[in-house]
Structures are given as structure tokens and as C-alpha cells.
């Protein structure tokens, strides 16, 4: 049961995933086949419920890619539906505190460390791997906050001190919002809240992570040199859209020159 994942997290090693909002197997499948090393099924925004979460998951594994949820809420019920459905690590959005990370944690971890709630499960192949699963989840499973307003900024060093927490993740639109000035990613609030951000988790030894929504290679550059190692790339549907845009360009232009021609 060994989380490659938690393992990338502990050991700040970097790590590649791509982002799913297509409630569809399908994307998972063809990131698994590519080797991205996690995927991501966003549950916060998009139309993903449990029941095509869990399918997803199984297209995930298929090819050794590390099932990963970004929650809708910090909320008991869905971390814990989560993980029984498969998840192996899980972003818990919008932490401003170390309680709400705390209770988290305990909820994402069965006792004596914290009160998930035994059952069989598709996490534990429904009881057939049920006391190794139950042996084995609190370490293998990995939870990075998500930190995306300026209160989760201000308590950046106590959340990361909460026991359990393998990471942080920070959450750009969001919080350029939250100081006013939503999509100013430039913004002077902005780069004094990452550089704190970055050097929390430098002190405290957690992995830092991100998204590049639009990856470039300058931009993955950027972000290795500024010490993210859990790097997600893309989005399902922004891919689609990109590469849809781009054929279609393509098309018009090549026509453009044959009718050229033609006359």
C-alpha cells in the first residue's frame, strides 16, 4: 500500500499531477498512460460526486498514478466518504487555522490518532484487505492544506505545526480575493504573502505546492526554483479547451492559405 505521493511530500521530492473536473474516467486514463504521478479529482468546483469520483479512482490506479481529492469543504462527511471511495491523499480547501486543520487530521486518521470511523469500503476492497488497509492508512495517507486567504497566511506557522499535516497548497485565486484584489497575482499583498508562504514551509520541512492552470515552461521553471515540489499541471477541461482552440486556429489559417491560393 505503499503512497508514492506522501512519500514525494515527506522527502520534498518533486512531483508531477494533473487536475480533473470532467466527471468522466476517461481524462484519468489517458493522464495514468502519460505517467503523471497523481491525479486530482476537484470535488470543490466542476460536477464530480462520489459515484464517479470512486470510477475515476479506479482509472487513476489503473496505471500506478496516486488517487488525490481536492475536498468541497473542510467537512467530516466528505473526507471520510472520500477515503473510503479510494482517495490516498486529500486537499482540505480554504484552512485559516490550525483548528480546522487539527480537526481534519483527525478526521482523515482512524484511532487511536484520530476518529475515522471503521467499515468495510472500496478503500479496503470492501473487507477483504480490511485489517491490512486499517493497519496501514494512517501512514499512508496524505492530507496538505489548502491555503487560500490571507487568515490561512497570518497562521501559516501554526497550521503547519498541526501533527499530520504532510504539506501545504496554496490557493492563488482565492486568495489574491481575499486581500481585495482578486486575479492581481502580481500584487504586492500577493508576492509577500508566497514568499511567507514558501518560507513556512521551508522552516517547518513541509512540501509547498501549486497550480499552474496555464503550465509553461517557464513557469514550471519558476516554481522548481522557488522550491514548490508538488506541482499540479493543467486542468482537464483547459487542456480539451487549449488544444480544441488551437486545431480549430490551425484549420482556419491552413484554409485561409489554400482559398489565398486558389484565387
Same mark, same amino acid.
Given at each position: 500500500m505503499?503512497n &508514492?505521493?506522501?512519500?514525494?511530500?515527506? $522527502?520534498?521530492? =518533486?512531483s508531477?499531477?494533473?487536475?480533473? &473536473?470532467?466527471?468522466? =474516467?476517461?481524462?484519468?486514463?489517458?493522464f *495514468?498512460r /502519460?505517467?503523471?504521478?497523481?491525479?486530482?479529482?476537484?470535488?470543490e468546483?466542476?460536477?464530480? +460526486?462520489?459515484?464517479?469520483?470512486?470510477g475515476?479512482f %479506479?482509472a487513476v490506479?489503473?496505471?500506478?498514478?496516486?488517487?488525490?481529492?481536492?475536498?468541497p469543504?473542510?467537512?467530516?462527511?466528505?473526507i471520510k466518504?472520500?477515503?473510503?471511495?479510494g482517495? %490516498?491523499?486529500?486537499?482540505v480547501?480554504? !484552512? +485559516?487555522? =490550525?483548528?480546522i486543520?487539527?480537526?481534519?487530521?483527525? &478526521?482523515?486518521?482512524?484511532? =487511536?490518532?484520530?476518529? %475515522?470511523?471503521f467499515?468495510?469500503?472500496?478503500?479496503?476492497?470492501?473487507?477483504i484487505?480490511?485489517?491490512?488497509?486499517?493497519?496501514?492508512?494512517n501512514d $499512508?495517507?496524505?492530507? !496538505?492544506?489548502q491555503?487560500e486567504?490571507?487568515? *490561512?497566511?497570518?497562521? #501559516?506557522?501554526? #497550521? /503547519? $505545526?498541526?501533527?499530520?499535516?504532510?504539506?501545504a497548497?496554496?490557493?492563488?485565486?482565492?486568495?489574491? *480575493?481575499?486581500?481585495? @484584489?482578486?486575479?492581481?497575482?502580481?500584487?504586492?499583498?500577493?508576492?509577500?504573502? /508566497?514568499?511567507?508562504?514558501?518560507g513556512?514551509? %521551508? &522552516?517547518?520541512?513541509?512540501a509547498?505546492?501549486m497550480?499552474?492552470?496555464?503550465p509553461?515552461?517557464? /513557469?514550471?521553471g519558476?516554481?522548481l526554483?522557488?522550491?514548490?515540489?508538488?506541482?499540479a499541471?493543467?486542468?482537464?477541461? !483547459?487542456?480539451?479547451?487549449?488544444?480544441? @482552440?488551437?486545431?480549430?486556429?490551425?484549420?482556419?489559417?491552413?484554409?485561409? $492559405?489554400?482559398?489565398?491560393?486558389?484565387?
Open positions: 505503499k &508514492q505521493f506522501r512519500r514525494a511530500l515527506l $522527502e520534498r521530492t =518533486p508531477f499531477g494533473a487536475w480533473m &473536473q470532467i466527471a468522466h =474516467p476517461a481524462p484519468a486514463e489517458i *495514468g /502519460l505517467g503523471y504521478d497523481w491525479i486530482c479529482v476537484d470535488l468546483h466542476g460536477v464530480i +460526486n462520489i459515484e464517479s469520483m470512486t475515476i %479506479r490506479e489503473l496505471h500506478g498514478a496516486t488517487p488525490v481529492a481536492r475536498l469543504f473542510a467537512d467530516t462527511i466528505w466518504r472520500t477515503l473510503d471511495a482517495a %490516498r491523499g486529500l486537499i480547501p480554504m !484552512v +485559516n487555522s =490550525p483548528e486543520a487539527a480537526a481534519a487530521i483527525r &478526521q482523515a486518521k482512524y484511532p =487511536p490518532l484520530g476518529e %475515522r470511523g467499515g468495510y469500503s472500496r478503500a479496503c476492497l470492501h473487507g484487505d480490511f485489517d491490512q488497509y486499517i493497519a496501514e492508512a $499512508e495517507i496524505a492530507v !496538505v492544506m491555503i486567504h490571507c487568515d *490561512g497566511i497570518e497562521a #501559516i506557522d501554526s #497550521i /503547519l $505545526e498541526v501533527k499530520g499535516v504532510d504539506g497548497f496554496i490557493g492563488p485565486l482565492d486568495l489574491s *480575493g481575499s486581500f481585495g @484584489k482578486t486575479g492581481e497575482l502580481d500584487s504586492l499583498e500577493m508576492r509577500d504573502a /508566497l514568499v511567507r508562504f514558501r513556512a514551509c %521551508r &522552516q517547518h520541512g513541509k509547498a505546492g497550480h499552474l492552470v496555464h509553461t515552461n517557464d /513557469l514550471i519558476a516554481a526554483a522557488d522550491g514548490y515540489t508538488m506541482i499541471l493543467g486542468v482537464d477541461n !483547459v487542456f480539451l479547451a487549449e488544444a480544441a @482552440k488551437a486545431a480549430l486556429e490551425r484549420s482556419r489559417a491552413a484554409l485561409g $492559405e489554400v482559398l489565398a491560393g486558389q484565387g
